[in-house]
């Protein structure tokens, strides 16, 4: 069974700094890609950034590029996301999902196989 658990989401100020993180189990890094999502109130997710062995850092909103950053721990079957610089619009909640690289691109919601359930980020003003 396919298991994608995000923690690290929390209240923080503004300008501040949090590490998410996506564990996973029941697949490979080998088949899949690993994205994180955001999603707004009332909205859609959204594709923040992706890392896959095949296609290495994608990053999906260039806006996020200079605060944030997605990293791999292969040995440990984690994802992180790093995000320092927050801003309150920056709160959301946030998702990391495992797709197929060859078939699927980042970002695309319809074409993520598995997802977590996410992790909430509030950034106090």
């Known amino acids: 069974e396919v298991q994608l658990v995000e923690s690290g989401g929390d209240l923080v100020q503004a300008g501040g700094s949090l590490r998410l993180s996506c564990a996973t189990s029941g697949l490979s890094f080998d088949d899949y890609a690993i994205g994180w999502f955001r999603q707004f109130p009332g909205k859609q997710r959204e594709g923040i950034s992706c890392?896959?062995?095949?296609?290495?850092?994608?990053y999906y909103d260039d806006t996020l590029k200079g605060r944030f950053t997605i990293s791999s721990d292969n040995d440990k079957n984690t994802v992180s996301l790093q995000m320092s610089n927050l801003k309150p619009e920056d709160t959301a909640v946030y998702f990391c999902?495992?797709?197929?690289?060859?078939?699927?691109?980042?970002?695309?919601?319809?074409?993520?196989?598995?997802w977590g359930q996410g992790t909430l980020v509030t950034v106090s003003s």
């Open positions: 999902a495992a797709y197929d690289a060859i078939y699927n691109r980042c970002g695309i919601e319809p074409g993520m196989d598995y």
């Open positions: 890392i896959s062995k095949r296609d290495g850092v994608i």
